[in-house]
């Protein structure tokens, strides 16, 4: 299992699809608020002057040396949902995120998000 302290180390490291094909850079990890684990990585896409920020789901991500590799397509990940550079999710957009990539949401019992920042 990836641990959160690990995870911190990896910031700017090049994030990879399963091809091995460069995505962009790690900014940070996003962690499902119900469970604490890796739920989501935001990555620094685009040109240097004209940078954003796209989810890219961290189940199945594997560490080497220098990068992240991450099991979704490039071209995937590059159209997901973006966010600005602030690096903040607006509540209304979680949902997006996950429903880009097939995967069932739904906030939290109390209408929490699913998704936090680390």
Not at 36 to 65: D, I, K, N, Q, Y
Not at 88 to 112: K, M, T
Request: some cysteine; glycine content about 12%.
């Amino acid at each position: 299992m990836i641990q959160m302290t690990d995870i911190r180390e990896w910031r700017n490291q090049e994030v990879v699809d399963s091809g091995g094909h460069k995505i962009g850079e790690l900014e940070s990890v996003c962690v499902d608020t119900t469970t604490g684990e890796p739920a989501r990585a935001t990555v620094r896409v685009g040109l240097s002057t004209r940078h954003r920020l796209v989810f890219v789901p961290w189940r199945g991500a594997m560490v080497g040396p220098g990068y992240v590799r991450v099991a979704h397509d490039k071209k995937l990940a590059k159209r997901s949902p973006s966010i600005g550079m602030d690096g903040i999710l607006p509540f209304e957009d979680e949902g997006a995120v996950f429903h880009h990539y097939g995967l069932a949401y739904a906030p939290g019992a109390n209408g929490e998000r699913q998704l936090a920042r680390r």
